[in-house]
């Protein structure tokens, strides 16, 4: 429905943002967008320039393949991008994977990126921030800041495997932290292994 009835709250557009910057785990950021095309979501890609050196190093994907994966693709620097303003609703915006970098801009407001702006949109728009920090081990300094950072509302969520459920391949392993990842936006993806309790 197009128009709401008698002041009536429609439900934000099935629709998220995803940011990939240069960390380790380019692979993360692609296992994202296609569990969202698996689910029927649209996805807004923004991908920082280290993102897609690490792609080329850890993956077969060329910046072209994994861009395609997206249903909208955004210049890093184009910060007049529907995803640089709040009244762009979504469901939010995960990073995956978030550098310490992009994790530390974010973190102090000062934005110099469509990536990072989109992140601090999310934030003041009250809308869930997911990062997949990728850093170990972490000093008090990425502490402070990931601290910082859930303080304003984000959700710092590395991804960390789990080993109950018994992953075969690299790529269960990361498609079971994806898919733990996209629950905080109420998706379930297929792809999870859920615990089933002890047998």
């Known amino acids: 429905m197009d128009n709401p009835v008698n002041g009536a709250v429609q439900p934000p557009p099935a629709r998220i943002v995803v940011g990939i910057s240069g960390a380790s785990g380019a692979i993360y950021g692609a296992r994202v967008l296609d569990a969202l ?29 994994l861009t ?28 995956a994977p ?13 934005t110099s990126s469509l990536l990072t702006r989109a992140a601090d949109v999310t934030l003041k728009e009250r809308r869930p921030l997911v990062l997949m920090v990728r850093e170990t081990p972490f000093h008090l300094g990425h502490l402070r800041t990931m601290t910082a950072l859930a303080e304003m509302g984000a959700t710092i969520a590395p991804p960390l495997p789990a080993f109950y459920a018994r992953p075969a391949s690299i790529q269960a392993m990361v498609d079971q932290s994806v898919g733990r990842a996209l629950d905080l936006f109420g998706l379930d993806w297929g792809a999870v292994n859920r615990w089933d309790g002890l047998k």
């Not at 095309?37 to 280290?50: C, I, P, R, W």
């Not at 978030?98 to 000062?110: F, H, K, L």
């Open 37 to 65: 095309n698996d689910l029927g979501v649209e996805s807004h890609l923004v991908v920082t320039k280290a993102a897609l050196l690490t792609l080329s190093q850890e993956t077969d994907l060329s910046a072209d393949e």
């Open 68 to 95: 395609a994966k997206a249903s909208v693709a955004h210049r890093l620097a184009d910060v007049g991008a529907t995803i640089a303003s709040g009244s762009f609703r979504t469901l939010g915006m995960i990073v």
């Open 98 to 110: 978030c550098s310490v970098r992009t994790m530390s801009e974010i973190a102090s407001g000062v």
